[in-house]
C-alpha cells in the first residue's frame, strides 16, 4: 500500500495559479497510480486528474483539461498538480489517492482508488 500527504493549498485570485503536491510513500517500488480529487461541501468529490508512477496515462477531467497538468517525479515519489487560470469553481479541498492493482483502468472514479490522503484546502475568490 502507499501513503499520501497533499501540500500546496491556498488562496488565489480568478486567474491564478497554485501548485498542489501528494508525496506518496511506502510501497513505492510497485507501479502505483494516483489521482487528484476535489469535494465542495454538498457535492460528491469530483476526480480531476490522474497519472501512473512512470508518468504514463495522464487523464483530465473535461472541467480542468487545458487549464492543469498533472505530472510524476519519480525521484521523489511526488505527484504534482499544477493549476492555471484558476476559476471560483475550482474552490474546494483537494486529496490525491492512490492504487496499485486498479491503474490498468486509467480511470477518475473513486472507487478504483484505496489509499487517501488528508487533503488541502484551495480557495479561489473571483
Known amino acids: 500500500q502507499v501513503q499520501l500527504v497533499e501540500s500546496g493549498g491556498g488562496s488565489v485570485e480568478s486567474g491564478g495559479s497554485l501548485r498542489l503536491s501528494c508525496a506518496v510513500s511506502?510501497?513505492?517500488?510497485?507501479?502505483?497510480?494516483v489521482a487528484w480529487y476535489r469535494e465542495v461541501s454538498g457535492k460528491e468529490r469530483e476526480g480531476v486528474a490522474r497519472?501512473?508512477?512512470?508518468?504514463?496515462?495522464?487523464l483530465y477531467a473535461d472541467s480542468v483539461q487545458g487549464r492543469f497538468t498533472i505530472s510524476q517525479d519519480k525521484a521523489n515519489n511526488t505527484v504534482y498538480l499544477e493549476m492555471n487560470n484558476m476559476q471560483p469553481e475550482d474552490t474546494g479541498k483537494y486529496y490525491c489517492?492512490?492504487?496499485?492493482?486498479?491503474?490498468?483502468?486509467?480511470?477518475?472514479?473513486?472507487?478504483?482508488?484505496?489509499?487517501w490522503g488528508r487533503g488541502t484546502q484551495v480557495t479561489v475568490s473571483s
Open positions: 489517492a492512490g492504487d496499485h492493482s486498479a491503474c490498468w483502468r486509467k480511470t477518475l472514479e473513486r472507487l478504483w482508488y484505496a489509499y
Open positions: 511506502g510501497k513505492t517500488e510497485r507501479h502505483y497510480c
Open positions: 497519472i501512473e508512477s512512470d508518468g504514463t496515462g495522464g
